[in-house]
């Protein structure tokens, strides 16, 4: 891999080379890098009738008008006109299918061959009183609503400069800063999502259990109401449970509107002086062994090309598939870039019931896009078109391979935390915020993100593994990609060779032996909250 990253192919200068999927498909994509001028010769013969740019599709036959356009085995749309065989196979001449409808899909049908157990990889994390664990140290400071985030990041800043130098073993001091808490209706039904998100973020493995929370006092969502009595393992019940007296609950809440303050400066001192009292108790922690089945893996792509679905997400698979084996719990999200192949989700379903949520999931997914006037179609963007993602249906059938070939045994709602093993589907949209903040909240100790187009993505709270799909991008983005799945397109390496690397990466990266780039340059995107009910 490192060889493919140090010696730089020029473009144009290999032979040509198109990569077809599936022994139906009437489209092939082109993988040279600058792509493949008109007149180029394929192996099979065939003379490109245009200059097709990478990642873009060539027709391998006449494809008369009507005709159905095939990758992936399944219809990415129909040609508009006539397109002659080595003719570029451009969005513009494609008709989109329409969604598959979600009655009558096949539930719970396919019953994949069980895989032999994964035994013997550990990885050294965090073991925290509820028996997750976490792969990083970090004392996060919830926040009820936006109003404090401003003092919450002084105080912050005073308490990186001031008291971690004495805390070692503290890895980060993180503000769970968003956009929630006032100006909204609270009491909608679907504010719970946005709610049950913050709450469940703030119980995040990574953050050792020690949850302090910053408030205002005049919000709408009351620090009572954002952790309820028993929705936290309190610090007073862990300190008791050791010495063996009744728990007294208390929650460590920071309220700027006490009374008892007196000036900003008194704001910040609370809040500094509350910190330290957690990182006390977060410093004495020390990593232990502990089984790979304790990753708690979020898998998503975003910026995303045509080699997404070819190289960087066949590998993510291949790992899924590795994880699963081991006992762990990886998670793929993104609906309206699995919605497409909802067919084969459903299929894969360990019951009819984990089938049904998966339907319920969508339904309400079309509905909420439905609310707006759009559909599913209005997920790609013009970097996935330049790209040579045509449309949705070609960018999912590449995406859902993000989830390997497990059965699918558990599926979670927007903001939900999840509680089993195995391959979930944790329903979330797909814009990388948004999904990344929803994966956290499910509990999700170890990110992995695949990229074509490039994205210097990363989060404050746990490690972002980033994936390139193209050797190109692995040259030019050095020093922010992780891994280069390039190399599958390149012929140098198999999806299997890439799906192991990233496997023992992330062992290395869940034990702090490594740290990611976007780590290594504290590259931290917002949480935000998905908030589908209204705000007044
Ligand atoms: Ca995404």
């Not at 070819?310 to 998670?331: E, K």
């Not at 019931?353 to 997914?365: G, H, L, N, P, S």
């Not at 990266?509 to 949480?527: D, I, M, P």
């Amino acid at each position: 891999m490192s060889q493919a990253l140090q010696t730089p192919q020029a473009a144009g200068s290999a032979a040509p080379l198109t990569i077809r999927m599936h022994a139906s498909d009437n489209v092939a994509i082109v993988a040279n890098d600058g792509g493949l001028p008109v007149g180029t010769e394929l192996p099979g013969g065939l003379v490109l009738r245009d200059k097709v740019p990478q990642g873009h599709k060539v027709a391998l036959v006449d494809l008369p008008k009507g005709a159905v356009v095939l990758r992936y085995g399944v219809p990415i749309g129909h040609a508009l006109s006539d397109i002659a065989a080595g003719s570029w196979v451009h969005e513009r001449l494609l008709q989109m299918p329409d969604a598959r409808e979600l009655d009558n899909l096949p539930m719970a049908t396919v019953k994949p061959e069980p895989q032999p157990a994964l035994e013997g990889y550990t990885f050294e994390g965090y073991r925290n009183a509820d028996g997750s664990v976490g792969t990083r140290n970090i004392l996060a400071i919830t926040q009820t609503v936006q109003c404090v985030a401003g003092v919450t990041d002084f105080a912050v800043q005073r308490i990186k400069a001031e008291l971690l130098p004495r805390f070692p073993n503290v890895d980060d001091v993180v503000a769970l800063e968003h956009g929630y808490g006032c100006g909204v209706a609270i009491d909608a039904p679907d504010a719970v999502i946005p709610i049950r998100t913050l709450r469940h973020i703030s119980l995040n493995p990574n953050f050792g259990g020690e949850v302090m929370v910053v408030s205002l006092g005049c919000e709408k969502l009351q620090p009572e109401r954002l952790l309820p009595p028993g929705s936290i393992p309190l610090v007073d019940e862990r300190n008791v449970a050791d010495v063996g007296t009744s728990a007294e609950t208390r929650l460590d809440v920071v309220c700027l509107q006490d009374d008892a303050h007196v000036g900003f400066m008194s704001m910040v001192d609370s809040i500094v002086r509350q910190a330290e009292e957690h990182l006390e108790r977060l410093n004495a922690r020390r990593r232990v062994t502990v089984p790979a089945s304790e990753l708690v893996v979020g898998v998503q792509c975003g910026g995303s090309d045509a080699f997404s679905g070819v190289t960087a997400n066949p590998a993510v698979g291949f790992c899924t598939d590795l994880l699963v084996r081991a006992g762990a719990s990886v998670m793929f999200s993104e609906t309206t870039e699995v919605r497409d192949g909802i067919a084969q989700l459903t299929a894969r379903a360990t019951t009819p019931e984990v089938a049904q949520a998966m339907v319920r999931e969508m339904a309400w997914y079309d509905a909420y896009l439905k609310r707006g006037s759009v559909d599913r179609s209005a997920n790609t963007t013009p970097g996935n078109k330049k790209g040579g993602l045509s449309n949705i249906v070609e960018k999912a059938m590449g995406s859902i391979v993000k989830s390997g070939s497990a059965p699918i045994s558990n599926v979670l709602a927007p903001g939900e935390k999840l509680k089993h093993k195995g391959l979930t589907y944790a329903a979330t949209p797909a814009s990388d915020f948004i999904c990344g903040t929803l994966q956290l909240a499910a509990g999700m100790n170890l990110h992995v993100f695949t990229t074509g187009r490039g994205t210097p993505y990363g989060l404050a709270a746990v490690p972002v593994i980033k994936v390139a799909t193209r050797s190109d991008l692995a040259r030019r983005w050095h020093d922010l990609m992780d891994i280069n799945a390039g190399a599958i397109a390149d012929g140098s390496a198999s999806i299997e060779d890439v799906g192991w690397e990233m496997f023992r990466l992330m062992l290395d990266v869940a034990s702090g032996r490594k740290k990611t780039w976007a780590e290594h340059w504290k590259l931290h995107n917002a949480l935000v909250l998905f908030n589908p009910a209204p705000v007044t």
